[in-house]
């Protein structure tokens, strides 16, 4: 072939109509990431970009908007422990799953009910 996938530059998840406090709290309060500003031209179609490390994560408004139960990103956490215990703190419900040989995970769903995975590998 001539081309090469090097990268992921963004993940997109969609979330309703005047999402964005919501998102700011539960992606930066709560996870930590970095909210970057838009460009001019897409601010107008509502939504928040976060950054984490060389990657970002884009929260778009979707009308009418249906949660990913199924599709998820999966970010690779370092302390997934104290990740569940700040979770905790913060009233945010987790599902603990190991059904994947090598790695402490869990579930969380976002505000809008999207479905993120988290985990470490041991």
Same mark, same amino acid.
Do not use: A, D, V
């Given at each position: 072939m001539a081309f090469t996938i090097r990268k992921i530059d963004h993940i997109q998840l969609a979330a309703p109509k005047g999402c964005e406090e919501d998102a700011r709290e539960f992606f930066n309060g709560i996870l930590g990431l970095t909210e970057v500003e838009k460009p001019e +031209? #897409? *601010?107008k179609r509502g939504g928040v970009w976060f950054e984490f490390g060389t990657f970002q994560l884009h929260i778009g408004v979707d009308d009418p908007f249906t949660p990913a139960k199924k599709a998820h990103p999966a970010f690779v956490v370092e302390n997934i422990e104290e990740l569940k215990s700040h979770l @905790? +703190? *913060?009233n945010i419900t987790y599902k603990e799953d190991d059904n994947l040989p090598g790695a402490?995970? @869990?579930f969380v769903d976002d505000?809008?009910?999207?479905? #993120?995975e988290l985990l470490e590998w041991v």
């Open positions: +031209e #897409l *601010k @905790i +703190e *913060k402490t995970r @869990i505000p809008f009910g999207n479905r #993120l």
